[in-house]
Structure formats: structure tokens, C-alpha cells
């Protein structure tokens, strides 16, 4: 079963411009982590935020997660060629002692040169 | 560096043949998983385990089985391979026995499997 579900589903934007993507969620969750996977290869982790944090940054990503909304966001600032990739939000639902990341589907971010 | 290997980027195999798909992960991780990706429908778990020998369905097991023997290696096992099983095939680890969803999760570099 899928939760966590992204937005847009698909963004192109112009290099040095910000990306904006979203995710909401449906249940409470423990945590809610993003990904990256460039074009035919395995996913790579980029941030996890718990569910008592609101905000998180790392280099040029900015994740915020509203609980009481159930939503997130992941800014990616001054956006270059090599940020073109997939994005995928992936959450951890609580309560639960054997949770598993539940992933949605994804948005294709395009950065054009 | 965690490094999880896969052992084939791509393969092709027939209808009804024996597939296996090979994963290993070298840093002592408890939990492993094996997703398939189609487009569209994102990643779908299809098994994981917690421990050697220990072993979990995930959302879409029908169609596959797993082994895992030694705590670093996890397979993905089509009894029959059929063409609705054509996808790419992902493995991860991650910390945490039993609470994967807390751990972040390191992901093999995939397997474009084509059943013709």
C-alpha cells in the first residue's frame, strides 16, 4: 500500500531556479525520508525528518513537514543539470514496532541548462 | 560506504524459466528488501527480512520467494518467470531489526529484468 503521494508529478524549471516538491500522507507517521534516483539506477537517500522536527536542512535541500497537515515539502535551491532526477517521498508509519518505508511515486524534476 | 551489489544490471529470460536475483550489502545491516519499479506505480515491496533465515512478505509477493542464508546476501527467487514480471528490480538495506521505517535505506543499483 502506498502513502505517501508526491506533487507535482512531473516539474521542469530552468538551472539557478528553486524546485518545490511535495508530499502529503494520509496516517501518522514516525518519520517521512526523501530520495533522488537518476535515470535507470537504484535510489539514494537524501534527507530523513522525524515527525517532532519541522524543518531540516542539508547543503541546498530544505524539508519541512507539517504533521498537523500531513504533508512535506523539499526545496532544492540555485538548482543545476545534475539535480534532474526522480524524487520519491517515502514514510514510516507509526504506531508500529515491524514498520516499513511505504514510497510513492514519484516526481521527475527537469533542469534545464 | 555501504555498498549494495546486484548481480545482473540487465537480464532476459524466457516464460516459466527458474529466475534468481542476487543481492549483497557489506555493512552488517539487519534488514534487507527487495522492491519491484514499474512506471507509474512506483516502488512496490515485495519481501523483506530482519534476520538470517527470517523472512517477511511485503505488498506483492505473489509470484516470488527469497532466501536469505547468510546475513549479507538476499535473494529474490521467480519460480516461473512470466511476462507480467517484467520490471526493475531494486534491493536495499538498512539498520534497525524489525524497525526498517526508522533507518534510511541504501539501495542497490538495480535489475532491469525482460521476461519474453
Known amino acids: 500500500s502506498q502513502q505517501g503521494e508526491e506533487d507535482p508529478q512531473a516539474l521542469s524549471i530552468q538551472e539557478g531556479e528553486n524546485a518545490t516538491m511535495n508530499c502529503s500522507y494520509k496516517t501518522s507517521i514516525n518519520n517521512l525520508q526523501w530520495y533522488r534516483q537518476n535515470s535507470g539506477r537504484g535510489l539514494v537517500h537524501l534527507i530523513l525528518i522525524r515527525s517532532n522536527e519541522r524543518e531540516k536542512h542539508s547543503g541546498r535541500l530544505r524539508v519541512t513537514l507539517d504533521t498537523s497537515k500531513k504533508s512535506s515539502s523539499l526545496l532544492i535551491t540555485a538548482s543545476r543539470a545534475a539535480d534532474t532526477a526522480s524524487y520519491f517521498c517515502?514514510?514510516?508509519?507509526?504506531?508500529?514496532?515491524?514498520?516499513?518505508?511505504?514510497f510513492g511515486k514519484g516526481i521527475t524534476l527537469s533542469v534545464r541548462p | 560506504d555501504v555498498k549494495v551489489t546486484q548481480s545482473s544490471r540487465y537480464l532476459v529470460k524466457r516464460t516459466g524459466e527458474k529466475v534468481f536475483l542476487e543481492c549483497v550489502q557489506d555493512?552488517?545491516?539487519?534488514?534487507m528488501f527487495w522492491y519491484r519499479q514499474d512506471p507509474g506505480l512506483g516502488l512496490r515491496l515485495i519481501y523483506f527480512?530482519?534476520?538470517?533465515?527470517?523472512?517477511e512478505k511485503g505488498d506483492i509477493p505473489e509470484g516470488y520467494s527469497v532466501s536469505r542464508e547468510k546475513k549479507e546476501r538476499f535473494s529474490l527467487i521467480l519460480e516461473s518467470a512470466s511476462t507480467n514480471q517484467t520490471s526493475m528490480y531494486l534491493c536495499?538495506?538498512?539498520?534497525?531489526?524489525?524497525?526498517?521505517?526508522?533507518?534510511?535505506?541504501?539501495f542497490g543499483p538495480g535489475t532491469r529484468l525482460t521476461v519474453t
Open positions: 536495499a538495506s538498512s539498520l534497525g531489526q524489525g524497525t526498517s521505517g526508522k533507518y534510511e535505506q541504501y
Open positions: 555493512m552488517d545491516h539487519e534488514n
Open positions: 517515502a514514510t514510516d508509519p507509526a504506531p508500529g514496532a515491524n514498520s516499513k518505508l511505504t
Open positions: 527480512s530482519y534476520d538470517v533465515k527470517m523472512k
